[in-house]
């Protein structure tokens, strides 16, 4: 009997002890090097055919046909041999974010587990954001501003995207068809309104509809020049002469209007009032020694403290961890500046072969003095420009902008303001093989 093999196991020798019924135990070995006990009956019946193994073969087979299953956002890549204490299979999965994932397979089965943990978040932010919008919506709606189904603030204002090529709200080129297209979104609704050889037809044609559609909903809701916000020019004028250093919040709190009222006055106005900046400067050298003193205080207390906005503390928190590296002597930059006071950003940083955004980080941390330059926009003759487009009506404003050296919204500005005859290009959009 010794040596006898039935199915993957092999008997050993007798260990001398018996079941409960009597039966003699045979300590086998079985063909992956474990070994086991058991009775010479299920030996020959085939009840037991391994030390367990063939069990884990078969069930191993059986998940097979698993792989490559779909539930929610994971799919199932293989077994990752893991199991649970209770003996729950772990499987490895795929989600759609990319990631992978060790997920219990019954729970992948019932759903219970849907993500690597991307939809909770997604969730979480779809929640914040229906939040965020339902607020907004319903201040609009206190203010009378959102009303059927139409933001009467957009419909009224008169200011033109800066995509926009036509110059006009509505109007765009169809380079297909080579025809101006006029379109109106109203409340929700998309009209299309027509195709047109001439531009002058699509305005016109854009024109009309917001007599239509637009007019009676400003006219109905818009609140009439009486209940308009009114201040003093003059007490205005002798307010900002006397508090020269007050923000535009403190002159709309001693007004009682909104700060908005404030700068359209100014501008009303013609007034000389420079705007003031709502960051606040602080010194390296004590907030560093603050944040050493206080460990534990978060960015937000440190903004709360010193009174200045996140972004503030976030450059100067950057400074004082040297997040980036820059190796300028303060001193120098400063006598640098004083003796070269016409200098722009990108002088400044090319000298000191730094990036511009850390320059500025720098100077603002240690509070050096130094005011932006603008460059001046030049001046084209504008019957040589019209000239020039009519000679080569297939360039693109880019190329025209190159060709006269100047910027490109300098040349879209002059497009528009002029009406030259310009006809929008559009590249058509590049198609990515993916095979």
Known sequence: M????????????????????GNLLYLCRCDCGNTCETTLAKLRSGHTKSCGCLINDVAAKKFEKYVGMTNNKLTIIADSGKRTKAGQRIVLCQCD????????????????????????????????SDERNAKKIATLKEKNILVENTNIAVIARNTIMSTNKSG????????ERNRWIAQITFQGEHK??????????????????????????????????????????????????KFPDAPAKD????????ITAILYHINRYNLKYNKKSRTKTIDQVEFEQFVERNPKLSKKDLAKHFNVTMQTVNIHMRVMNKDFNINIDIEE????????????????????????????????????????????????????????????????????????????????????????????KYSPRKKINLH
């Open 97 to 128: 974010c990319g990631n992978t994932c060790e997920v219990i397979f019954a729970k992948f089965n019932n759903g219970y587990t849907k993500s690597c943990g991307c939809l909770s978040i997604e969730k979480k932010m779809q929640k914040h």
């Open 251 to 258: 002159i709309a709190s001693h007004f009682n209007v909104s």
């Open 333 to 424: 930059l400063k006598e640098y500046i004083k003796n070269n006071p016409a200098i722009n950003m990108d002088e400044l940083s090319k000298h000191f072969n730094v990036n511009r955004r850390q320059l500025f980080d720098v100077m603002k941390t240690h509070n050096i003095k130094y005011e932006r330059k603008t460059p001046r926009g030049r001046k084209i003759d504008v019957e040589k420009l019209r000239d020039y487009i009519i000679e080569n009506p297939k360039l693109s404003q880019t190329k025209l902008a190159e060709h006269f050296k100047v910027s490109l919204p300098t040349i879209d500005r002059y497009i528009k303001e002029y009406d030259l005859p310009y006809i929008p």
């Open 2 to 21: 010794i040596g006898k093999k039935y199915n993957k196991l092999t008997i050993i020798e007798k260990t001398g002890d018996k079941t409960k019924s």
């Open 168 to 175: 006009v709200t509505g109007v765009s080129y169809d380079n």
């Open 192 to 241: 299309h309104l027509g195709r047109f050889i001439k531009k002058e037809d699509a305005i016109k044609a854009r024109k009309e509809a917001e007599e239509k559609y637009f007019k009676p909903l400003i006219d109905k809701y818009s609140k009439p020049e009486s209940e308009k916000p009114k201040i003093d020019r003059k007490k205005l004028q002798a307010y900002i002469k």
